[in-house]
């Protein structure tokens, strides 16, 4: 059974940056599409951005477009998400996720399929 762990989360001020990493171990994960979810009280769990398992394609939702950026570094089984000019908004506890998909774009209306695995979650608060 593979496992993920992410890194990185912590208390950031409005228009500061953060690198998020989730690290996959236990089992290849080489095929595997990987994304990053956020999910803020109250609210329901939603797409942040995903990476094709070659890290060829990238794909984000609206409201981080511009400011994260997802990146894969193979060799060393790590996704990463870069957040630039972080708003308050962008409060969550972060989800690292990965799911054999082909088209990374599937990720906007996600259901996990029985290979996905997740990430215990790291908290992102970013205060005023």
């Known amino acids: 059974q593979g496992q993920l762990v992410e890194s990185g989360g912590g208390l950031v001020q409005i228009g500061g940056s953060l690198r998020l990493s989730c690290t996959a171990s236990?089992?290849?994960?080489?095929?595997?599409?990987m994304a990053w979810f956020r999910q803020a009280p109250g609210k329901e769990r939603e797409f942040v951005a995903g990476?094709?398992?070659?890290?060829?394609?990238?794909d984000y939702a609206a409201s981080v477009k511009g400011r994260f950026t997802i990146s894969k570094d193979s060799p060393k089984n790590t996704v990463y998400l870069e957040m630039i000019n972080l708003q308050q908004e962008d409060t969550a506890v972060y989800y690292c996720?990965?799911?054999?998909?082909?088209?990374?774009?599937?990720?906007?209306?996600?259901?996990?399929?029985?290979?996905?695995?997740w990430g215990q979650g790291t908290q992102v608060t970013v205060s005023s």
């Open positions: 236990g089992r290849a994960f080489t095929t595997y599409a």
């Open positions: 996720n990965a799911d054999r998909i082909r088209e990374i774009g599937y990720y906007h209306d996600y259901i996990p399929t029985p290979a996905a695995s």
């Open positions: 990476i094709s398992w070659n890290g060829r394609t990238t």
